[in-house]
């Protein structure tokens, strides 16, 4: 579940930051330059922002286009009437396009595609400005639309965040568990799967300690959790963290809430966001990160 990724392009998007209550203004820097960053994946081409649509598809042909017809009918303006379809055959997908109308990926154009639809391998291909690719989760495949034009992205003005504060920049210790051990994450669907989770981060706030289990995630931990503020000044169904360098064990680094951030469906209703695990869930109000709802015109 390689989840770890969003982002901030220019200083108007940036809330004003209270830097004389950060004792380290160097530190203060390389967390607002995260945030640009952030904000910047958030705002691009086929981003969470542009999704206009989430489709399981049955086996075999699937038609797609707005036209009522089709086994997958699109929003009304998205694309055209008849666009093409996609095939599932043989544990792939193949997308072939109707005459006359062509899919781009990167620069080149095609009529018919095999897509890849791993985390690693996923082929966005363009129609104007229409995007899909396809993913696969537990041996389904399911198209993801994206609408460049679409009115989410346009009336969307800033991620809205704390302010950078040092008192979430605390001294924490990763504890792993025995290797394969999994826990049971729950999604916004209420599916169910078993993820494999390295071991758990312990901090103090305050003088009181808390911990927070953490899933494997490309050589880093990438933690879901939920706190005091959820359903208040952050988004009730919870936030995301993640260590980009999985830190040794039973030794002290550095913690960051600072940049805890939401997750995608906090910005879009065509996502499928994990929950925290009941361990994750501390009363504790952690005041920091991504606050919710985010900025619109």
Request: aromatic share 12%.
């Amino acid at each position: 579940m390689k989840l770890a990724t969003l982002a901030l392009s220019a200083a108007l998007s940036l809330p004003v930051l209270a830097l004389a209550q950060v004792a380290d203004p160097a530190y203060a820097k390389k967390v607002t330059d995260w945030r640009a960053k952030v904000e910047k994946s958030l705002r691009a081409d086929n981003g969470w922002l542009t999704l206009a649509g989430r489709y399981v598809l049955k086996p075999g042909e699937n038609t797609f286009g707005n036209g009522p017809g089709n086994d997958i009918v699109f929003p009304k303006g998205v694309g055209s009437p008849g666009m093409g379809s996609a095939f599932v055959e043989n544990g792939r997908v193949t997308v072939k396009m109707v005459e006359g109308l062509k899919m781009r990926k990167d620069g080149i154009d095609y009529t018919t595609r095999d897509m890849g639809t791993s985390t690693e391998n996923r082929d966005w291909v363009s129609v104007g400005r229409v995007a899909f690719h396809f993913i696969e989760r537990d041996g389904k495949f399911i198209m993801r639309l994206a609408d460049n034009d679409s009115e989410v992205r346009k009336s969307f003005r800033a991620r809205v965040w704390y302010d950078i504060n040092d008192r979430y920049y605390v001294s924490a210790k990763f504890v792993p568990y025995e290797p394969g051990r999994k826990i049971a994450i729950v999604n916004v669907l209420d599916e169910t799967s078993d993820e494999p989770v390295a071991g758990y981060v312990e901090f103090e706030l305050d003088g009181r300690a808390y911990r927070l289990d953490a899933l494997d995630d490309d050589g880093g931990l990438f933690i879901i959790f939920s706190d005091g503020t959820a359903g208040d000044t952050t988004y009730k169904p919870g936030r995301f963290l993640f260590v980009e360098e999985k830190p040794e064990p039973n030794k002290r680094f550095m913690f960051d809430l600072n940049r805890a951030y939401n997750p995608p469906c906090a910005f879009s209703e065509f996502t499928t966001c994990p929950l925290p695990p009941k361990q994750n869930k501390l009363q504790v109000r952690i005041e920091a990160g991504e606050k919710y709802p985010p900025q619109k015109s």
